[in-house]
């Protein structure tokens, strides 16, 4: 069974950044996608930024231009660079792999984290 291990949350004040990693026990082919998501308090798990094997990227709206996700040549390790940080982006933040194309849907991935938790305050 692959695991995923996140590394990296922290606390950062407003404009802020930090750098979250996640790094997969074995690497498979059939990790079509790997990708970030966060859950904040009292929300709904909700996805940040995903990489797919073809090396297509895709950011939700909310931190376009803040955040970059970079995965390493051997495919066993996916980055986010976390920029200019927001209240609003405090949550746990959650490393998932999936066997079909990506998407901001939870049920699209098969294997998550622990989860690595980010505060920012104000």
């Known amino acids: 069974q692959v695991k995923l291990v996140e590394s990296g949350g922290g606390s950062v004040q407003s404009g802020g950044s930090l750098r979250l990693s996640c790094t997969t026990s074995a690497y498979s082919y059939e990790f079509y996608c790997m990708a970030w998501f966060r859950q904040g308090p009292g929300k709904e798990r909700e996805g940040v930024a995903a990489v797919d094997s073809d090396g297509n990227i895709f950011y939700a709206d909310s931190v376009k231009g803040r955040f970059t996700v970079a995965q390493d040549t051997a495919k066993t390790t996916l980055l986010l660079q976390m920029s200019s940080l927001k209240p609003e982006d405090t949550a746990m933040y959650y490393c998932?792999?999936?066997?079909?194309?990506?998407?901001?849907?939870?049920?699209?991935?098969?294997?998550w984290g622990q989860g690595t938790h980010v505060t920012v305050s104000s």
């Open positions: 998932a792999t999936g066997i079909v194309g990506c998407s901001w849907s939870t049920n699209s991935y098969n294997v």
